[in-house]
């Protein structure tokens, strides 16, 4: 049944839209610094720079440029739709008329929505490897700590960066998720669990509640950068995705409590 | 019916349950952290002369340093200093001001070194091999290879060297290195004690206490913890007073005593980066300045923190010549600064400051927890850890 939801949500136009613009951010980004010959060291977002010289810096930069607001943008989509677009469509009833149970049905939208956070993440990457294949020379990765990696382990790094940062977006998932259990309407669900990103990030530039910051599902968006070190840094991704199973457990019971008890009318 | 209501409110307390669940988890390795772990009783002139006899020894381990001044936001001084996201440095001295900051350290022997300084999504590396220093700056891709000339001694001229000032190594010190100049401090001025042993990065340390008995020093108390094997000090804090936590903590949060892969500390300029050359100690260098004679200011660990003093990049070359005059003795030293040129930028936060007049003059205080700092309409700065008004006494006893 899982399957059988995955394939149905991947094939929506919708998704390969989402899917499609998130790639198409970083090729358009190499193409930009094909054209004005990029930026000069040390300015514009961390790894930029260094595109010219390797294509592959086109993803990690790909990543940088869209973890602030693209991917929470089209995760928000996907998982404010999840059980309030059924609902606003009036296809919840039919799906919770099959003997599976509405935990089981939760249970496949979240791992549908948690599905799509990584494809989200990789595309990002994918699209940046491709097109900084095309456009610029490839070859060995000079890490933050200044020293190189073969290229292969370096496209290796870059797609485990985006399955990091595809991860680190579960957090937010699971509050979409519970938002769409709220409601039927699915733009609703989606603009509110965008508001609670764009809250968190707020708050995390603010120095005064620096008491709250490590708890923030925002904080460790950019901990992905940490494999680009040598030796690579697991502290602060370690931290980043325990706070995102914190937050998929708290809001996941949520979900749950409230999707289990609630009457499904349309 | 009934129980059908009251199955539905108790699913509520699911997602509850589920935040005291993550509550316990993040409290319970905190409270078993803070056991004291058995060590036999020594005395503190025992530890101090284990420090002093420290050995040189071969580690990799990660260094923690926080900074608590108790003034909120820092970030329009660091912009003001060079610092910044935009085109500037990965790293700039001031950003030590405040929050944390984490560094990588691998020592081998007396002449390889390498600390990367760990910044957001950059990173800021100094690497000792040898006669070569190589510092690195992930942001700006820029290499500063210094060569050190046969005759000199590794790591002197590098203190004294202007460009040194802004250098990552100067500013984050090795636990090592903090605590030897507060022990040099040590003489009828303060009240040295020992405080229950910890554990610290894997180790079983002792803790020894310092006090200053100058009511003026804002400094309440300084903790050392000593690794009880090696001697090697492992942190320290620096407690303001009237301020709970340390002002300053500086410590391995994690620690090995083996030697590091010789790989370590080989650094090859990566492609696109841009290298400056410079020697230090040749007789034909004139980028290196001569060793600061104002060593005494300088031991001074607080001083270190003083913005003005170190993080303005464009520092008149002329205010050079103006030697710091260091008024009082060991917690109460105050370092008088002449002639000192204020950057532009910096006004908007002088004038946020405390204005301050009397018959040594008239002037600004900025104040924090730990140190105060007394700009002077007519170009002074008296820098100290000290209470505002004795600053102004120290400026009014200065020639």
């Known amino acids: 049944m899982w399957r059988a939801e995955l394939v149905s949500q991947f094939r929506r136009r919708r998704v390969k839209a989402l899917l499609l613009v998130l790639a198409a951010v970083p090729a358009l980004l190499a193409v930009l610094v094909y054209l004005s010959g990029g930026p000069s060291n040390g300015q514009g977002p961390t790894f930029l720079d260094e595109v010219t010289r390797n294509g592959v810096f086109a993803a990690l930069a790909g990543l940088t440029v869209t973890v602030p607001f693209f991917l929470p943008l089209t995760v928000a989509v996907v998982a404010g739709d999840s059980i309030a677009g059924e609902a606003s469509l009036g296809t919840l009833r039919y799906l919770l008329v099959r003997p599976a149970g509405r935990s089981r049905l939760l249970l496949i939208k979240a791992a549908t929505v948690g599905a799509y956070c990584l494809a989200a993440a990789l595309a990002v990457a994918a699209g940046g490897l491709i097109a900084g294949a095309i456009l610029f020379p490839l070859g060995r990765v000079t890490t933050l700590s200044a020293t190189s990696l073969s290229l292969g382990a370096g496209i290796g790094r870059t797609l485990l960066a985006a399955l990091i940062v595809g991860a680190s977006l579960f957090g937010m998932a699971a509050i979409g998720l519970f938002i769409s259990t709220l409601t039927d309407v699915p733009v609703g669900a989606m603009a509110a669990t965008i508001g609670f990103a764009v809250l968190s990030a707020v708050l995390g530039g603010i120095s005064q509640v620096r008491a709250i910051h490590p708890w923030l599902f925002t904080k460790g968006w950019f901990a992905f950068s940490d494999l680009l070190r040598d030796p690579v840094q697991w502290t602060a991704i370690g931290k980043d995705l325990a706070l995102q199973v914190a937050y998929m457990a708290v809001f996941g019971a949520a979900a749950w409590a409230r999707f289990t008890t609630k009457d499904v009318l349309a | ?399």
């Open chain 2, 1 to 399: 019916m009934a129980s059908s209501a009251r199955s539905r409110k108790l699913r509520w307390s699911a997602p509850f349950a589920a935040a005291v669940v993550v509550a316990l988890i993040v409290a319970i390795p905190g409270l078993s952290a803070a056991d004291s772990p058995s060590l036999p009783a020594i005395s503190a002139q025992q530890l101090i002369t284990k420090v002093q006899q420290v050995k040189p020894v071969d580690l990799s381990g990660t260094i923690n340093m926080t900074t608590d001044l108790g003034i909120p936001n820092l970030s329009a001084l660091s912009n003001a200093a060079g610092g910044g996201d935009h085109g500037g440095p990965a790293f700039s001295p001031t950003d030590l001001l405040a929050g944390s900051h984490k560094a990588l350290v691998w020592l081998a022997g007396p002449d390889k070194t390498r600390v990367a300084l760990q910044l957001d999504m950059a990173e800021t590396d100094v690497v000792h091999n040898g006669n070569n220093i190589w510092t690195w700056d992930s942001s700006t891709k820029k290499v500063v290879h210094y060569t050190i000339a046969a005759d000199t001694k590794p790591t002197t001229p590098a203190r004294g060297d202007a460009q040194a000032a802004t250098d990552p190594a100067e500013a984050v010190k090795t636990p090592q290195q903090l605590a030897d100049e507060f022990l040099a401090n040590i003489n009828p001025s303060t009240a040295v004690s020992m405080a229950a042993p910890i554990s610290l990065a894997g180790q079983k340390a002792y803790q020894l206490v310092l006090a200053p008995h100058a009511g003026e020093s804002t400094v309440d108390h300084v903790v050392i913890a000593v690794d009880s094997v090696t001697g090697l000090p492992l942190q320290v804090q620096v407690f303001a007073k009237g301020q709970k936590k340390a002002a300053l903590s500086l410590g391995f949060s994690s620690l090995h005593y083996s030697t590091p892969a010789a790989s370590r500390f080989a650094f090859a300029p990566p492609p696109g980066s841009t290298v400056t050359n410079k020697t230090l100690g040749g007789s034909h260098d004139a980028t290196t300045a001569p060793v600061t004679p104002g060593t005494k200011a300088q031991a001074d660990p607080n001083a270190k923190a003083d913005p003005k003093a170190q993080a303005d990049p464009n520092a008149n070359p002329n205010a050079k010549a103006d030697q710091p005059v260091t008024v009082g003795q060991d917690w109460t030293s105050v370092a008088i600064l002449k002639g000192v040129q204020i950057p532009r930028q910096l006004n908007d936060f002088l004038k946020a400051a405390t204005p301050v007049s009397g018959s040594f003059g008239q002037g600004r205080v900025l104040e924090s927890s730990l140190v105060n700092v007394l700009v002077m309409d007519d170009g002074r700065v008296a820098v100290g850890a000290v209470s505002a008004s004795a600053l102004e006494a120290a400026v009014a006893a200065a020639p």
